[in-house]
């Protein structure tokens, strides 16, 4: 295993992982901008569905993170320990920035509380 293919797998991982949080905060600025327009609201279905599309956005980055964890696992070799703690490394910082992706949609979230409120009138 060469080095270049761990570094090239991590950033691959970290890109993907960067771009699907970056549309997830897209897809809720565009469902805000919706609301804000909509003449009549539904809040409690509006806050349900918000609620579970946050979860579902959670649930991919999740699922992203740990399929490219795996493939950023298989890349150590059993014979060298540099390159297994170099691999944890890569393994560790690719979960903590999926916690910051997260903590960014939460976020997003709390940020519909006024177009919410504002339907509720």
């Given amino acids: ?19 699907a949080c970056a549309l997830e905060m897209c897809k ?5 901008e919706l609301l804000l327009v909509k003449p009549h609201h539904s809040t409690a279905n509006e806050v349900d569905g918000i609620v579970q599309l946050c979860k579902q956005f959670n649930g991919h980055l999740q699922g992203l993170t740990q399929r490219y964890a795996a493939i950023l696992s298989s890349k150590s070799s059993d014979e060298d320990a540099a390159q297994q703690e170099e691999c944890k490394a890569r393994v560790n910082t690719l979960f903590a ?3 910051s992706g997260a903590k960014y949609i939460e976020q997003a979230y709390k940020l519909f509380t006024p177009i919410l409120q504002m339907g509720a009138v």
């Fill in 1 to 19: 295993m060469y080095v270049s293919d761990l570094e090239e797998a991590y950033a691959k991982s970290i890109n993907a992982l960067s771009e």
């Fill in 28 to 32: 809720l600025h565009k469902i805000a």
């Fill in 97 to 99: 920035e999926m916690l």
